[in-house]
């Protein structure tokens, strides 16, 4: 594992914007993993910036994001896939047809998920995946369980999450209660795992799932197992 500790969220996500263009400028026609919340945000500004200056090209780049709300379609301002088109996408020149995030409005959820580790598989899996954590350990919406589960799945969003979202809502009775989510296959299987976490209320977490035992209970320990993990933490 690259454990980076940095001195502040622009120093974070400038490093983190720094990996995925690096992928971007080494296979053009990579397969990124994305994530939504507030820690990458910082980082996908920085990749718009470059993308403008003609630094960094993504018209041929493939996107997975992890997850999205179960109720929300993509017009919904909270639902993930509105997040990601305002937050980059709109922003680069990555094709939109090229852009995946789980539908969380299908009719049959289960058909849903399935497709979407098919789909992630038909793509060669995924080059490199972007990760934040949750407070509680999760990744993407793996919460935490009795055990790992592998397949993109739906879930049940835990007390704390729900807690922890209901700053992006008016009335913490709008956070959807479940989502779907990539499972750890598809995250494990991922050539390249890049994780930022900032400020100090991820530091304990951060740090049993970097360095405690690895167990279903923090969903991010199984991170130690793969073989190309970097961190990137700050603490402010
Ligand atoms: P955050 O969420 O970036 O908004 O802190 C991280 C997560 O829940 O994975």
């Known amino acids: 594992m690259n454990f980076v500790k ?8 400038r490093q983190a914007a720094n990996i995925i263009s690096a992928q971007v400028i080494v296979k053009p026609n990579c397969v990124l993993g994305l994530a939504t919340g507030s820690t990458p945000v910082g980082a996908y500004k920085q990749l718009i910036e470059w993308c403008k200056k003609g630094d960094v090209d993504f018209s041929s780049v493939v996107s997975v994001n992890l997850d999205e709300y179960v109720g929300l379609d993509g017009s919904n301002d909270q639902s993930y896939r509105y997040f990601m088109n305002e937050n980059l996408f709109k922003g680069i020149n990555i094709l939109p047809e090229n852009t995946f995030v789980p539908s969380g409005i299908a009719q049959n959820i289960e058909e849903e998920c399935k497709n979407y580790d098919q789909h992630i598989k038909d ?3 995924i080059d490199l995946q972007l990760l934040g954590i949750g407070v509680d350990g999760h990744i993407g919406f793996n919460e935490p369980a009795d055990c790992f589960e592998k397949n993109t799945h739906l879930v049940k969003l835990h007390e704390s999450t729900i807690e922890a979202n209901s700053r992006f809502f ?3 009775e709008d956070v959807p209660k479940e989502a ?17 976490a900032n400020g100090k209320n991820k530091e ?25 993990l970097t961190v990137i933490y700050s603490e402010e």
């Not at 940095?6 to 996500?13: A, D, E, F, I, L």
């Not at 304990?204 to 190309?228: C, M, R």
């Open 6 to 13: 940095v001195k502040n969220y622009q120093q974070m996500s």
């Open 123 to 125: 793509l060669g899996g």
């Open 170 to 172: 008016e009335n913490k």
């Open 180 to 196: 779907v989510t990539m499972g750890m296959m598809s995250i494990m299987q991922a050539k390249k795992i890049l994780l930022i």
């Open 204 to 228: 304990e977490i951060l740090n049993k799932a970097l360095f405690g035992p690895v167990t279903p209970q923090i969903p991010a320990s199984i991170l130690q197992l793969h073989n190309d």
